[in-house]
């Protein structure tokens, strides 16, 4: 993470002076170009509500991870009009991510031209390029929302992986040290390895009712993935996303719930080990347990393993911010 924002940093002038996809930027006034929006008919997230308390009050900016997989396809960003693209963020990133913090505000999710996924691997030869034109749409997104929406209003941050990646470049350009990390409720960013050092003045959250930061965590199995853990996560910050803190063992017992792809919610299905830089589980017990046999990892499942986790914490650091920062 620390080597992609040194090239960002390094190359943002020279790529946005010498190509010119930059320059076209995506006009977020339009309805079409976001996922979600408040006061949106056939909502995919409605099903999730079943308190609106603190819509009235918060706001949630969600950015999906990548879902721009195809191997074949040459492409280093993908168009926001892509079809399959916008059905699988609706009914996979939205239904079994998002959905975590439907009741924790209004929801905003804006269609950005996603970076393919070989960007990562591929950081001096395309793939710096591709992940900051994404950014750039998720950057402008961020900024129509503020011009035409916030009102003062808290917000909380929430995404996954590359969905992370642009959200920590947002907390640098918008709240890391600014005024608006008042407004800050929290930022959800698990998926990617974040450095110690990435932020001046945003920390960590250590504690299950902290606000004013951000929460991250990285996924795996008992056996670790070896090679992926010593590239991107060994040595970078987490918190257990169980306790919310950074307890070293918490039994299955705690575990509040996932929500796995049946739509059904499994209760106390695993244990949770912090690690350095990430966390691994214990196999989860559910129906079809079978399956996370033949995973490597449960990056995958970053949040929808604890989607109910989640959904509780939003609603307690909302809490906290409002019987605090609300109320100056």
């Known amino acids: 993470m620390k080597k992609?924002?040194?090239?960002?940093?390094?190359?943002?002038?020279?790529?946005?002076?010498?190509?010119?996809?930059?320059?076209?930027?995506?006009?977020?006034?339009?309805?079409?170009?976001?996922?979600?929006?408040?006061?949106?008919?056939?909502?995919?997230?409605?099903?999730?509500?079943?308190?609106?308390?603190?819509?009235?009050?918060?706001?949630?900016?969600?950015?999906?991870?990548?879902?721009?997989?195809?191997?074949?396809?040459?492409?280093?960003?993908?168009?926001i009009d892509n079809e399959i693209q916008r059905k699988n963020i609706l009914e996979k990133a939205v239904k079994f991510q998002a959905s975590a913090w439907a009741e924790s505000g209004r929801m905003f999710v804006p269609f950005y031209r996603q970076a393919h996924i070989r960007s990562y691997s591929n950081l001096k030869n395309g793939g710096t390029e591709a992940l900051l034109l994404a950014y750039s749409d998720v950057k402008n997104a961020f900024l129509y929302y503020l011009e035409n929406y916030n009102n003062g209003r808290p917000i909380i941050l929430a995404g996954h992986s590359q969905g992370s990646t642009h959200l920590s470049l947002l907390l640098k350009d918008f709240f890391d040290g600014t005024p608006l990390k008042k407004q800050l409720v929290a930022a959800y960013i698990p998926g990617i390895g974040i450095d110690k050092?990435?932020?001046?003045?945003?920390?960590?959250?250590?504690?299950?009712?902290?606000?004013?930061?951000?929460?991250?965590?990285?996924?795996?199995?008992?056996?670790?993935?070896?090679?992926?853990?010593?590239?991107?996560?060994?040595?970078?910050?987490?918190?257990?996303?169980?306790?919310?803190?950074?307890?070293?063992?918490?039994?299955?017992?705690?575990?509040?719930?996932?929500?796995?792809?049946?739509?059904?919610?499994?209760k106390k299905s695993f244990s949770t080990n912090l690690i350095d830089g990430a966390i691994w589980i214990t196999t989860p017990h559910f129906p079809f347990r079978t399956m996370a046999f033949a995973m490597s990892d449960y990056h995958l499942g970053d949040v929808n393993l604890f989607w109910e986790d989640i959904r509780l914490n939003s609603k307690i650091r909302l809490q906290k911010w409002s019987n605090t920062l609300g109320k100056n």
């Open 4 to 79: 992609f924002h040194n090239l960002l940093h390094l190359s943002v002038f020279i790529i946005f002076v010498n190509n010119s996809a930059f320059l076209q930027k995506v006009d977020y006034s339009v309805s079409s170009n976001w996922a979600i929006q408040p006061n949106q008919k056939d909502s995919p997230i409605s099903e999730f509500i079943s308190d609106s308390s603190w819509i009235g009050t918060a706001d949630v900016f969600y950015v999906y991870p990548t879902l721009f997989l195809d191997k074949s396809d040459t492409a280093w960003n993908i168009s």
């Open 197 to 266: 050092s990435n932020f001046k003045d945003l920390k960590l959250m250590e504690k299950a009712d902290e606000i004013n930061g951000f929460v991250t965590w990285n996924t795996f199995k008992k056996k670790v993935n070896k090679e992926k853990f010593d590239l991107w996560y060994r040595g970078k910050l987490v918190v257990n996303p169980v306790t919310w803190d950074l307890s070293a063992r918490v039994s299955r017992e705690f575990h509040k719930g996932f929500l796995f792809w049946n739509g059904k919610m499994y």
